[in-house]
């Protein structure tokens, strides 16, 4: 009995092997198959378990505003559809629009290529379904943006490839081909394989360069240390900055010019307050506003947070001592 048998097989008794998941598949065929034949794999992260349990509540969380919509009795949760490597799952089935929906919580919001395929495959194998719904929600805000898909040529001619893929893995045990170049690569696909898809993978020599071009790299290798030396000075100058205010701010006056030491200097602070519409700002400065937008300025208006200015200038005459950057000045 070969590989893919056996985990067919395996779906008609749950305590046994899972076949492969599609919403791998979809990501990566190649960590599909080595999810399905159950090879080595890193235990997920606290960040990345907390990705899983946050796409998980969100998907129950809008499958639950199908149901309001559509009724508890039009609306399968999670069901389950056969594909060639096992069994996929949709979020949900609406089944007056004979739609499968899946539910994904991304941060940046973007409809990525990979919930497009698995979409694709949950509409191409189902055998009602005629298109499918990409729901993206911001996990912030739980606003959510939907987006319509039509099963065309392209996507069935993609999802057959990638199931082709695995199957034909599990037949004969040859993993399909990666979709990483670089082991680093795997971490925005999510899979946990890796390390043992990579195990016997050395990394490509570097392509050699001359003449002008190995110029300009030395060039650009000086004013990349030059800007991280001088991105370092930057920051140390800053914190000496606000040390030195510190040592200040308590002992002198908001809005008080002072003199020491050859410098002039002081220190403006603004409290909390509204920054006005421009529109609407030459109104109030004429008095011309009317009370009740002046009251209930919500539309018009936001909450300025207070801040503070400091001035530093030289009086005539002083000059300040010159850096000392040690052996090698960082410029």
């Not at 048998?5 to 919403?23: D, F, V, Y």
Request: proline share 7%; with cysteine; charged share 30%.
């Amino acid at each position: 009995m070969d590989t893919l048998e056996r985990l067919i097989q395996a779906e008609e008794h749950p305590a046994k092997t899972p076949g492969a998941r599609w919403s791998q598949a979809a990501r990566c065929p190649r960590m599909a198959y080595y999810g399905a034949i159950d090879a080595p794999a890193a235990e997920a992260d606290a960040e990345t378990l907390a990705r899983f349990d946050r796409g998980h509540m969100h998907g129950d969380w809008y499958t639950a505003k199908l149901v309001e919509e559509h009724g508890e009795e039009n609306v399968v949760r999670e069901p389950g559809v056969p594909w060639p490597g096992g069994i996929l799952h949709p979020d949900a089935y609406v089944a007056p629009l004979r739609e499968c929906v899946e539910v994904k919580s991304h941060t940046d919001g973007g409809v990525k290529e990979d919930d497009l395929t698995q979409l694709a495959g949950q509409v191409h194998y189902h055998p009602e379904a005629e298109s499918g719904r990409l729901v993206i929600v911001d996990p912030l805000t739980l606003r959510s943006e939907s987006t319509a898909l039509r099963v065309t040529d392209y996507w069935r001619e993609r999802v057959e490839s990638i199931s082709d893929q695995v199957v034909s893995g599990l037949k004969s045990g040859v993993p399909p081909e990666r979709v990483c170049e670089h082991p680093n690569e795997a971490r925005q696909h999510l899979c946990p394989h890796a390390r043992h898809c990579f195990r016997d993978w050395t990394p490509p020599d570097p392509v050699k360069l001359a003449g002008e071009l190995a110029e300009t790299a030395r060039a650009l290798y000086v004013a990349e240390r030059q800007a991280s030396d001088l991105a370092k000075a930057t920051e140390r100058a800053k914190e000496e900055r606000d040390r030195l205010r510190g040592e200040l701010r308590d002992v002198i006056e908001p809005g008080v010019e002072y003199e020491a030491g050859g410098v002039k200097f002081w220190r403006t602070v603004s409290a909390n307050g509204v920054s006005w519409d421009k529109r609407l700002a030459a109104a109030r400065k004429a008095r011309t506003l009317q009370p009740e937008l002046e009251l209930d300025h919500g539309p018009y208006a936001s909450e300025r947070k207070g801040a503070e200015r400091w001035t530093v200038k030289a009086t005539e005459g002083f000059e300040a001592p010159a850096e000392d950057y040690g052996d090698e000045a960082p410029f």
